[in-house]
T-cell receptor, first 112, second 110 residues
Framework: EPEVTQTPSHQVTQMGQEVILRCVPI?????FYWYRQILGQKVEFLVS????????KSEIFDDQFSVERPDGSNFTLKIRSTKLEDSAMYFC??????????FGPGTRLTVT | QKEVEQDPGPLSVPEGAIVSLNCTYS??????FMWYRQYSRKGPELLMY????GNKEDGRFTAQVDKSSKYISLFIRDSQPSDSATYLC??????????FGTGTQLKVEL
């Protein structure tokens, strides 16, 4: 069964450093998303991406964040200058023509 | 008032019990309703997806949506220890994003 994959599973970085989180969505999907979940809190929407552009973003997704689909398979989230409060699980999701979103296993980001 | 409210639990039931999980919401624009299961430190796994009001059944799982009451439910029949997880409700209106509840932690005991 096709699934969303994410790398790395765990990323440790120092405050102020740039990180890139990587995702490979399900192959025939066209809509891509990033969500995050701070430990003990709910899953929160960050951004949606369709047809090579951002279609919607939340207040959390400020100028420190960017997304890119550099090739036909990868979808990345970049955080330019990480803060302690960026520590969270980051989930990539994708969907096809139906509305169900399928999530990856997540990347645990720890900012020290 | 939060957009989506969900009792965090924990909810503990004996094996074989019928489990009822619920969410309420305030945003009338929500039309698509989903239930996800999440094991500790893992990604949400889609269980059920429903559009608008009504019931949907898949194996031991039944999802119900009552838009007039802004209330959704997930029922699990013949619960198993492997059903022990956090159950997240999620909703979508006309935009792209899913809005999640906080999740209900379920423990099914032998």
């Amino acid at each position: 069964e096709p699934e969303v994959t994410q790398t790395p599973s765990h990323q440790v970085t120092q405050m102020g450093q740039e990180v890139i989180l990587r995702c490979v969505p399900i192959s025939n999907h066209l809509y891509f998303y990033w969500y995050r979940q701070i430990l003990g809190q709910k899953v929160e929407f960050l951004v949606s991406f369709y047809n090579n552009e951002i279609s919607e973003k939340s207040e959390i997704f400020d100028d420190q964040f960017s997304v890119e689909r550099p090739d036909g398979s990868n979808f990345t989230l970049k955080i330019r200058s990480t803060k302690l409060e960026d520590s969270a699980m980051y989930f990539c999701a994708s969907r096809g023509t139906e509305y169900e979103q399928y999530f990856g296993p997540g990347t645990r980001l720890t900012v020290t | 008032q939060k957009e989506v409210e969900q009792d965090p639990g924990p909810l503990s039931v004996p094996e074989g019990a019928i489990v009822s999980l619920n969410c309420t919401y305030s945003n009338s624009a929500f039309q698509y309703f989903m239930w996800y299961r999440q094991y500790s430190r893992k990604g949400p796994e889609l269980l059920m997806y429903t559009y608008s009001s009504g019931n949907k059944e898949d194996g031991r799982f039944t999802a119900q949506v009552d838009k007039s009451s802004k209330y959704i439910s997930l029922f699990i029949r013949d619960s198993q220890p492997s059903d022990s997880a956090t159950y997240l409700c999620a909703m979508k209106g006309g935009g792209n994003k899913l809005t999640f509840g906080t999740g209900t932690q379920l423990k099914v005991e032998l």
